[in-house]
Each structure stands twice: as structure tokens, then as C-alpha cells.
């Protein structure tokens, strides 16, 4: 098992240390290459900056890379921005994304004062919650009928699945909980 985290910016080395962290870690690199993305199972995108991220993805021709690695059925999973990466549409915006998660997000949806807290957040599959570190966070505002709620804060979804596509408007690579690591290690 080899997974990659997308490092062309953002909190990419936390992913990575979550990852060698757990009880039998799989093998980990950097993504920031075609050649980078034809050497991994399954591919993190972690949290950043969406707008910086989606003009090198397509400035590098990445995207279209790992739309084409996504349709061969590989894992990805996104936290805050990468679910942002992920999205089919963002409310109120033309930017670039990979379009594999039919959702529709809005960037920064906690409002202008609160860009950051933390507060326990309960995913399906999980028994106990997991602490959601929120970092000026998205939300997802409407789904398509192929995606699964994973977990709703404050009446809103933050987290999401399709096929083998996870969404997290959190961040689980700045706690020492391992658990939804564990959980994308396996799917
Ligand atoms: N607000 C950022 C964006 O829209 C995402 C923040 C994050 O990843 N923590 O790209």
C-alpha cells in the first residue's frame, strides 16, 4: 500500500506524519508530479489555499491526471481545501476542481469572525467522534444523489463519501486521532 499526499502547498506534511503513525503505516510520498501520482494506491489532498491549488493543478496538467487515475476506481480523500479540490461546484466562484464529488461547497462558511474552532463531530463508521479541527472551513450545501452524509455539525455536512471519494471540511491531520487515516488506509 503506497499513499500519496498532494504536496504542491498546504499542511501536506501532517497528512504524512498521520500516516507513518499508524499501527501498520503504509508506504508514503509526495505528490507533485504525473510521474509522483502513477506511483500511489490512493491519494490524499490536504487542507490549503483551493484558488493557489487548482491554477498548478491545471497550470501542471495534474488534474486531468488525477481525474484519470479517480475514474480507474483510486481512493482520494480531501480535507477543507482538498474537499474544496473536490467538489463538482463552488458557490459563488470559478475556480478550478477535479469535479469527482457531486457536491456543491462554500469556502469559508463559518463566518467572517469565527475562522477557526474545534468541536467534536460524530462520523458514520465511527463509535465515538473525532475532535474536527475547523480552519476558515467549507461546508457542503447540496449533494447529489450518489453522495452519503458522513457527518453534519451544526445541522451542516461536513463530511462526505462517494464511491471511494471521502470529503472532510475538517482537519483529522492536526490531532493525534488516527482513526479516519486508518479508515481511508483500508477503504
Ligand atoms: N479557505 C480555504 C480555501 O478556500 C481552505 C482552508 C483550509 O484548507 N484550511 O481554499
Known sequence: MHVGVLAIQGDFEKHIRSLQSLDSPPQTSEV???????????????????????????????????????KDGMPIWGTCMGMIMLAKQVEGREQFSLSLLDIT???????????????????????????????????VTSLGDEVETLATYQDKVVAVKQGSILGTSFHPELTADTRLHEWFVRI
Not at 38 to 66: F, M
Not at 111 to 135: N, R, T, W
Open 32 to 70: 507533485r508530479t504525473v510521474e509522483d501520482l502513477a506511483a500511489i494506491d490512493r491519494l490524499i489532498i490536504p487542507g490549503g489555499e483551493s484558488t493557489t491549488v487548482g491554477l498548478l493543478l491545471k497550470r501542471y496538467g495534474l488534474g486531468d491526471a488525477i481525474q484519470a487515475r479517480a
Open 105 to 139: 461547497v462554500k469556502r469559508n462558511a463559518f463566518g467572517a469572525q469565527v475562522h477557526s474552532f474545534e468541536a467534536p463531530v460524530e462520523v458514520k463508521g465511527l463509535d465515538e467522534p473525532v475532535l474536527g479541527v475547523f480552519i476558515r472551513a467549507p461546508i
